[in-house]
């Protein structure tokens, strides 16, 4: 077996625990005279996978925050208490956590596009039902569930898609667009959410809309999206056995028309784009996945994860706090209407989608600045190795800023509502917490990603079993928080409680973070070299 052939096989005994069936087909296919490609996707399918992975993903924040402007309906037509209404809430995060847990792990043993497809059928029904559903409160909890499993796996899929065909020094320009598009959701749903429920006086149509979202984005997905896992079909760069329901929906036409027509299947369209074949599994245990889906767990334990989670979490957990708290306090301290409160989530989404683009950019710069600062040459061909890159550092830069920046958000958006100051201010400080909120939680969930290579679905596992389950029990303390110690005070805490235990999670990632990675992958820690020692080294490599 040649040397680049041995670089795709996982070399370190965490990654074969977490992914044993990864690249292991993919080994005799590889040529001895050049380094193997990391994808065979080129930059314009690349941006394709960009926008449908988006409006894909859209379902989740979507159905989450078009739900909010629905909450006094929903009290009156079933004829409940406020907090049994929000129970459905803690029910779709509870869900929205098991989703992930269950699809993400399976996606990384058996493909993304098979899970995609199975989710977004699931969206579909759990919609349809909620639209059908007129007077019974248990089925409303029931359906919920239903469609916070079809909607939340998407996250977890979107992202091993990503790690699949982009290596890591480029994965922020791909992640920024994708969260752009995925968080238009968060942005549209609650004005969409308001502006249904002050029109119409009624919450049906929203389930409508959603079904008609899910139904084309389930075509959208089977036309478009091929199979891009690397341990069922490799880089792309062979289509020799490609089954056919790895095919997207059009690219199976296409090959069958060209098949017909006797000429090779042409793989510079996205849609025909990949394979060799996934290797045989031995076990039950392997052939199910059902090894990585106890990996999911595993993740949550391990030092430097627990830090990247910890962070990712409580950015999750103050932001669901925010979007919770907003209708009660936009219509108890401002008297608006359900139009003028969906509305009001329009700053925050703004401030979303421009974070996103954000990220993406700087999360890209920060690892050029961080390869340059070490004299590391990024390989753009085949990917770096993160077990010798600081991934850590590159990815936690300019954090302490975000952070006090994000404490002061929270801290001022407290006492402004507890004030009533003019509208504005909190309208304003919701853009910044939107913008500064996605930086947080985009970097570290792609840093979580960057430190589980073999199994990207079941890193973002991971991340949502710890994200949803903090947001969950933000949401249940939510009320009698808020009625024991007021707005001014609870946000203030709140902001707090993220800005100085992240930042101590962050100082420590910087410290151990690498060190801790090295040693679970069974490693020794890393010399500490000069600079000129590193250069020799990194020529040394070059040179063979």
């Known amino acids: 077996m040649s040397k ?49 992975l988006g409006l894909a993903a859209i379902t989740s924040p979507l159905t989450a925050t078009i739900y909010f402007p629905l909450l006094p309906l929903l009290r009156a037509h079933f004829h409940t208490s406020a907090q049994a209404i929000n129970l459905t809430i803690t029910l779709y995060i509870v869900f929205q956590a098991i989703s992930p847990v ?15 497809l199975a989710t977004l059928a699931l969206y579909v029904i759990g919609n349809l039902g909620l639209a059908l559903n007129e007077s019974s409160y248990a089925v409303l909890l029931v359906l919920r569930a239903i469609q916070s499993l079809g909607a939340s796996a998407a996250y977890a ?45 009624s919450y049906v149509w929203v389930f409508w809309a959603l079904f008609i979202v899910g139904g084309v984005l389930f075509v959208g997905v089977g036309a478009f999206l091929p199979e891009t896992a690397r341990n069922m079909v490799g880089n792309g760069s062979d289509t020799s056995l490609y089954k056919w329901w790895q095919y997207s929906w059009a690219g199976l036409i296409r090959s069958q028309v060209k098949a017909r027509a006797s000429t090779r299947t042409d793989d510079a369209d996205l849609t025909t784009a990949l394979p060799p074949t996934a290797a045989s599994h031995n076990a039950v245990v392997q052939r199910y996945g059902l090894s990585n889906l106890v990996a999911c767990f595993r993740i949550i334990f391990y030092k430097d994860t627990f830090l990247t989670l910890w962070i990712h979490g409580s950015f999750y957990t103050v932001d669901y706090s925010f979007v ?8 108890d301290v401002y008297h608006w209407n359900e139009l003028y409160i ?27 600045t961080v390869a340059r600062s070490i004299g590391w040459t990024i390989d753009k061909v085949s990917g770096d190795d993160l077990l010798e890159f600081p991934i850590e550092r590159a990815r936690t830069r300019y954090s302490y800023i975000m952070l006090i920046i994000s404490t002061a958000t929270m801290i001022g958006y407290g006492w402004s509502i507890q004030r009533s100051a003019h509208p504005t201010v909190p309208l304003i400080l919701q853009f910044l917490q939107g913008f500064w909120g996605t930086y947080g939680y985009t970097t570290f969930s792609t840093l979580l990603v960057d430190s589980f290579p073999q199994s990207p679905s079941t890193a973002s596992a991971a991340t949502s079993i710890t994200r949803c389950a903090m947001a969950a029990t933000g949401v249940a303390v939510l009320q009698p928080l808020l009625n024991a110690a007021g707005r001014g005070w609870y946000f203030t805490v709140l902001g707090v409680w993220s800005g100085v235990l992240s930042a ?11 060190r801790w990675r090295r040693a679970r992958n069974g490693l020794a820690p890393q010399r500490s070299i000069s600079r000129s020692e590193y250069n020799a080294s990194v020529g040394t490599k070059t040179a063979k």
């Not at 101590?504 to 690498?514: E, M």
């Open 4 to 52: 680049e052939a041995a670089k795709i096989l996982p070399t370190h005994a965490d990654d074969i625990e977490l992914s044993k069936h990864a690249d292991t087909s993919q080994c005799e296919t590889v040529g001895a005279s050049a380094p193997r490609e990391y994808t065979s996707f080129t930059r314009s399918q690349r941006r394709q996978l960009q926008l449908l």
């Open 102 to 116: 269950i699809f993400g792990p399976l996606s990384d043993v058996h493909g993304r596009r098979p899970y995609f």
């Open 157 to 201: 899929i979107s992202f091993g898609v990503v790690a699949d065909i982009c290596v890591p020094s480029e994965r922020g320009g791909m992640l920024g667009p994708i969260g752009m598009a995925l968080n238009l959701g968060t942005c549209i749903g609650p004005v969409v959410g308001g502006v249904v429920a002050y029109t119409s006086g």
């Open 324 to 331: 919770a708290a907003s209708p009660d306090i936009y219509k």
């Open 342 to 368: 969906g509305l009001s989530y329009l700053p925050r989404g703004i401030g979303i989608i421009a974070g996103s683009y954000f990220t993406g950019k700087l999360m890209d710069y920060n690892y050029r």
């Open 504 to 514: 101590l999670a962050v100082a420590l990632l910087n410290w151990k973070g690498l």
